[in-house]
T-cell receptor, first 112, second 114 residues
Framework: SQTIHQWPATLVQPVGSPLSLECTVEGTSNPNLYWYRQAAGRGLQLLFYSVGIGQISSEVPQNLSASRPQDRQFILSSKKLLLSDSGFYLC???????????FGPGTRLTVL | AQTVTQSQPEMSVQEAETVTLSCTYD???????LFWYKQPPSRQMILVIRQEAYKQQNATENRFSVNFQKAAKSFSLKISDSQLGDAAMYFCALGGYNNNDMRFGAGTRLTVKP
């Protein structure tokens, strides 16, 4: 069966520091991968998605970037965090050709 | 542009009773999918039910069913025989044919009273 991992689970970072959040999927090949952000009390906002290694589509221009160095690895990065980057970050995967997206446990990021 | 609106920030239901959560959406696409996700206190998003726009029959998954009104662009979730474990945030979501662009509503917080 397929599983999705995210780490770290919780992160507290100062303003201006770099960021790297990692997401990995097991049990499937060539998945579509997604990064979402959820602000407090809000719905999810799609940040990036990837349909293959090195292929990244950005939905919202911002302080963040994404990379997919391996088939089942998706990384969310920032060179300098802003206070507004605080939130809950969720990674999701989908089998191409099927509609359902499945989510990881998320990372709670607090920027101070 | 695709938009999803959930007009009920909070709902409550008595245990064993039935509750309906509302969702309206807007899209210019003819082929699309609608979803309901549950987010319990752990915050992991759990897929509850999916409806394909081309299907007239309403989707059902055990105690969960939807009322899909395509012309009205309405997609409500009915939870029957509510259980304490159903307490969570519920999000309505809309995805295009390739579903690389899923859009979420703001969510409805469901409380289940014993």
């Amino acid at each position: 069966s397929q599983t999705i991992h995210q780490w770290p689970a919780t992160l507290v970072q100062p303003v201006g520091s770099p960021l790297s959040l990692e997401c990995t999927v097991e049990g499937t090949s060539n998945p579509n991968l997604y990064w979402y952000r959820q602000a407090a009390g809000r719905g999810l906002q799609l940040l990036f998605y990837s349909v293959g290694i090195g292929q990244i589509s950005s939905e919202v221009p911002q302080n963040l970037s994404a990379s997919r160095p391996q088939d089942r690895q998706f990384i969310l990065s920032s060179k300098k965090l802003l206070l507004s980057d605080s939130g809950f970050y969720l990674c999701a995967w989908r089998i191409p050709g099927y509609p359902d997206q499945f989510f990881g446990p998320g990372t709670r990021l607090t920027v101070l | 542009a695709q938009t999803v609106t959930q007009s009920q920030p909070e709902m409550s239901v008595q245990e064993a009773e039935t509750v309906t959560l509302s969702c309206t959406y807007d899209t210019s696409e003819s082929d699309y999918y609608l979803f309901w996700y549950k987010q319990p206190p752990s915050r992991q998003m759990i897929l509850v039910i999916r409806q394909e726009a081309y299907k007239q029959q309403n989707a059902t998954e055990n105690r969960f069913s939807v009322n899909f009104q395509k012309a009205a662009k309405s997609f409500s979730l009915k939870i029957s025989d509510s259980q304490l474990g159903d307490a969570a945030m519920y999000f309505c979501a809309l995805g295009g044919y390739n579903n690389n662009d899923m859009r979420f509503g703001a969510g409805t917080r469901l409380t289940v009273k014993p």
